[in-house]
Nanobody, 120 residues
């Protein structure tokens, strides 16, 4: 099993920036991808960004050019740097991990979520 703890959410004005962190513990060796998805009230869950153990990244169109995902394998931590935030980025952001051999967007563990609120 993998346990995930996120941090870094908060309230920011439109155009501002936030950096989310996610640290994994437990069955670290089973992890390939780490990523983020978000959930806003009344909206479908949306995958945001992901990074493999080897450093390959993938982004949803909504975050391209504004979001950057990175990873420190030695610290079992992934980061999501978000700039030029928009009100539509508001939601609960969940960190996830995916198993070795799985698709970069596939996940089998996720954290408790951190709230991101962007005011207009």
């Amino acid at each position: 099993q993998v346990q995930l703890v996120e941090s870094g959410g908060g309230l920011v004005q439109a155009g501002g920036s936030l950096r989310l962190s996610c640290t994994a513990s437990g069955s670290i060796a089973s992890i390939n991808a780490m990523g983020w998805f978000r959930q806003a009230p009344g909206k479908q869950r949306e995958l945001v960004a992901a990074i493999t153990r080897g450093g390959r990244t993938k982004y949803a169109d909504s975050g391209k050019g504004r979001f950057t995902i990175s990873r420190d394998n030695a610290k079992n931590t992934a980061y999501l740097q978000m700039i030029s935030l928009k009100p539509e980025d508001t939601g609960v952001y969940y960190c996830y991990t995916g198993p070795r051999g799985g698709n970069i967007w596939a996940f089998d563990s996720w954290g408790q979520g951190t709230q991101v609120t962007v005011s207009s």
